[in-house]
């Protein structure tokens, strides 16, 4: 059986989709107004592994990506800049170029990390008319208020807020760092903002030549007493609404295009461990209060990237991408290896001794690949399965099924390399759910027979299976002529170069 930890219920739980041999999965996937760093690659990793081992184990997976291209804001307490305007403000572009540009560079950046995509990519700005109609419905059930900047929904109208991550209102508010606006409590969250202009206000001496953008309705009059020139710019992402020109909130997107694409409930819902005591009991709390129904069964969430044992993030400057990884000579694929050594819910530290450990590691698995000695004719990467091969497999599936055990499972195909005890076809059957890509490394490592060899071998085991042994070793001796070494075992027979 296999078992996930389930955020919902703090355990883990044996899974059961809800339609049988039929997975609907939905990742939160990015906020396109910079380069996805190794961190936010570190959760789509884990999401693909859990994508692999899904079919691996046997099920279809209908796997639903959102592109977040409008609404996040700064503060994930509804305030700030909308980070794809800043985006736009920062490189001198449109919003939209923003968001395609940073959508390609993300699809490139999984690519490279062997991620298989999405079945469905949806961008939030593609879908705001399901986004309006789910704000409506909340609107009807009386779940919602106005303030002067938007239409927030009133978290202490849902009894379970804040249940998946043991949030405590009491608690919060003694916090008080929550920046309130017009809320009613610290946890209410924007479902629509209204659209004001974007002000840029720049300093007229020239010692202050220091542009500053502030995003308040009424700037004028510290324009006046610090002499600025002040220019407006209207807001480039905004829609009509039954509410007024605005743009939906952060959390309102997910909530509508999972549904949308997978229905209600669906199975799965991913992301990364700090999407739990916002986003995702924001998804939670809108979706449940409109329906009634639950949002997913299971919500299950990665751990973070650190680096100097603080996480890595956007807006800190201990941020790392691909591109940064391949200048310093580095493969993705060794990136891969090294997040598939610690489990998803453990904190991982980066350190490039680290990653230059796992890429050794990584080449050593290929070579090891390349080189296993235990199929028959190996070096054509031809294999049969072994009983040790079946037993091999079964203690790979059992791991998988423990809630992911990725570490475990690369120890025991370490062990099984070692002991010589797994065969090629067995290791690459792995790599549908490790990723690494083994065969493309196999197919430029392994040299092809030379026909006469080739021949001879099939000759040889043509006499072994009519039990002619006599015929049999003298081909073998011919082989051996040739500069070739056969080897027979329980797997069958392999050949090696001498
Ligand atoms: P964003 O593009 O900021 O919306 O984030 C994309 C994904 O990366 C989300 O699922 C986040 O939870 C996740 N994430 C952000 N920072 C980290 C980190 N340091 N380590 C692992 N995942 C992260
Ligand atoms: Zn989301």
């Given at each position: 059986m296999f078992s996930l930890y389930n955020t919902l219920h703090h355990k883990k739980e044996d899974f059961k989709p809800l339609k049988t041999g039929k997975v609907g999965l939905y990742t939160c996937g990015p906020t396109v107004y910079n380069y996805a760093h190794i961190g936010n690659l570190r959760t789509y990793v884990f999401e693909d592994v859990l994508k692999r081992s899904l079919l691996f184990l046997g099920y279809k997976v209908k796997h639903v990506m959102n592109i977040t291209d409008v609404g996040h804001l700064t503060s994930d307490a509804d305030t700030g800049e909308d980070k794809m305007e800043k985006g736009a403000k920062r490189e001198g572009k449109t919003a939209w170029d923003i968001a395609r540009f940073y959508t390609e560079a993300f699809e490139h950046d999984i690519a490279e990390l062997n991620i298989l995509p999405p079945d469905i990519y949806c961008r939030a700005t593609d879908y705001i008319k399901e986004q309006i109609a789910l704000i409506k419905k909340l609107e009807k059930k009386g779940f919602t208020y106005k303030t002067s900047d938007g239409i927030y929904f009133d978290t202490a109208k849902f009894p379970d807020y804040g249940k998946m991550a043991n949030l405590k209102n009491q608690e919060l508010k003694a916090g008080?760092?929550?920046?309130?606006?017009?809320?009613?409590?610290?946890t209410d969250f924007a479902l629509w903002k209204f659209s004001v202009p974007q002000v840029t206000v720049i300093p007229t001496t020239k010692e202050e030549s220091l542009s500053q953008s502030i995003t308040d309705g009424d700037p004028s009059s510290a324009r006046a007493s610090l002499g600025m020139t002040k220019t407006e710019s209207k807001r480039q992402m905004e829609w009509e609404s039954p509410w007024g020109v605005g743009f939906p909130g952060w959390h309102i997107e997910c909530s509508a295009m999972s549904v949308k694409f997978?229905?209600?409930?669906?199975d799965i819902h991913c992301g990364g461990i700090d999407h739990v005591p916002v986003h995702h009991t924001n998804e939670i709390a809108q979706s449940e209060a409109a329906t009634?129904?639950?949002?997913?069964?299971f919500w299950v969430h990665g751990e973070y990237l650190l680096t100097q044992n603080d996480r890595m993030a956007k807006s800190g400057n201990n941020f790392l991408t691909i591109s940064t990884l391949k200048e310093k000579g580095f493969d993705t694929l060794a990136y891969r290896f090294f997040l598939l050594q610690t489990h998803y819910r453990k904190q991982l530290n980066f350190s490039w001794e680290a990653l230059e450990a796992a890429q050794n590691g990584y080449h050593h698995l290929l070579d090891a690949v390349a080189n296993c000695n235990t199929s028959k004719n190996s070096l054509q990467g031809i294999a049969q399965r072994s009983p040790d091969d079946t037993k091999i497999s079964k203690k790979f599936t059992t791991a998988l099924e423990d809630d992911l055990n990725l570490p475990e499972a690369l120890a025991l195909v370490w062990d099984a390399i070692k002991a010589k005890t797994v065969s090629q076809k067995t290791l690459l059957e792995f790599d549908k759910v490790l990723g690494l890509n083994l065969a493309d490394a196999l197919k430029s490592q392994t040299t092809p027979l030379p026909d006469a060899v080739a021949v001879l071998l099939a000759q040889r085991n043509e006499a072994r299976d009519r039990r002619d042994f006599q015929a049999s070793d003298e081909l073998r001796a011919q082989i051996e002529k040739l500069g070739y070494e056969v080897k027979d075992s329980a797997s069958g027979t392999d050949i090696t170069k001498k």
């Open positions: 008080a760092r929550v920046d309130m606006g017009d809320k009613k409590n610290p997978l229905g209600q409930p669906f009634g129904i639950p949002l997913a069964n």
